[in-house]
T-cell receptor, first 110, second 114 residues
Framework: KQEVTQIPAALSVPEGENLVLNCSFT??????LQWFRQDPGKGLTSLLL?????REQTSGRLNASLDKSSGRSTLYIAASQPGDSATYLC?????????FGSGTRLQVQP | NAGVTQTPKFQVLKTGQSMTLQCAQD?????MYWYRQDPGMGLRLIYY???????DKGEVPNGYNVSRLNKREFSLRLESAAPSQTSVYFC?????????????FGSGTQLSVL
């Protein structure tokens, strides 16, 4: 059974910092990987999807990479802003459905 | 764009009561999902429907039933609610199965069972 771990559980940084969120998997046979953002009291918004033939994806200030050999993914956020404050979750797409980590709660201080 | 719509947003039940959570999507997606989110445990899949007319169990299906009424709607029923079912429930959809597609989520239903 796939298990997904996200470290750290919480992170507080000053505005403008570059930061990295980590995600690791017990089963390195990852098919595809998605990163999500969740704002308090809201649903999840898909940020980036890395498909099996890819190693990374970029969207604006966000860059996600996937190393299948080590079973790890990172989400890099450049020049963080207070509006980036949210919980970030990664998920192994697995077969038909997703296995989620419990998330990293990010607070960007103005 | 409505996307994925869930009702109700909040619900309080007594142990043993039944209720149905409703979900509808307007994106013409084939696949729909029900997840529950508990503190420190991430999201866990309850049931999913890969296409209209099909449903399959996820990781935590006990105590729940689902109906894929048509392509747009996927409901989750609690026949006899238990305190362990206190959680936030999310409905989601994807164009095909979620292995290759982005997943779109509703805003959630916060359920408390007393």
């Amino acid at each position: 059974k796939q298990e997904v771990t996200q470290i750290p559980a919480a992170l507080s940084v000053p505005e403008g910092e570059n930061l990295v969120l980590n995600c690791s998997f017990t089963d390195s046979a990852i098919y595809n990987l998605q990163w999500f953002r969740q704002d308090p009291g809201k649903g999840l918004t898909s940020l980036l999807l890395i498909q099996s033939s890819q190693r990374e994806q970029t969207s604006g200030r966000l860059n996600a990479s996937l190393d299948k050999s080590s079973g790890r993914s990172t989400l890099y956020i450049a020049a963080s802003q207070p509006g980036d404050s949210a919980t970030y979750l990664c998920a192994d797409t697995g077969r038909r459905a997703l296995t989620f980590g419990s998330g990293t709660r990010l607070q960007v201080q103005p | 764009n409505a996307g994925v719509t869930q009702t109700p947003k909040f619900q309080v039940l007594k142990t043993g009561q039944s209720m149905t959570l409703q979900c509808a999507q307007d994106m013409n997606h084939n696949s729909m999902y029900w997840y529950r989110q508990d503190p420190g445990m991430g999201l866990r899949l309850i049931y999913y429907s890969a296409s209209e007319g099909t449903t399959d169990k996820g990781e935590v299906p006990n105590g729940y039933n689902v109906s894929r009424l048509n392509k747009r709607e996927f409901s989750l029923r609690l026949e006899s609610a238990a305190p362990s079912q206190t959680s936030v429930y999310f409905c989601a959809s994807s164009e095909q199965d979620a292995t290759n597609e982005k997943l779109f989520f509703g805003s959630g239903t916060q359920l408390s069972v007393l």
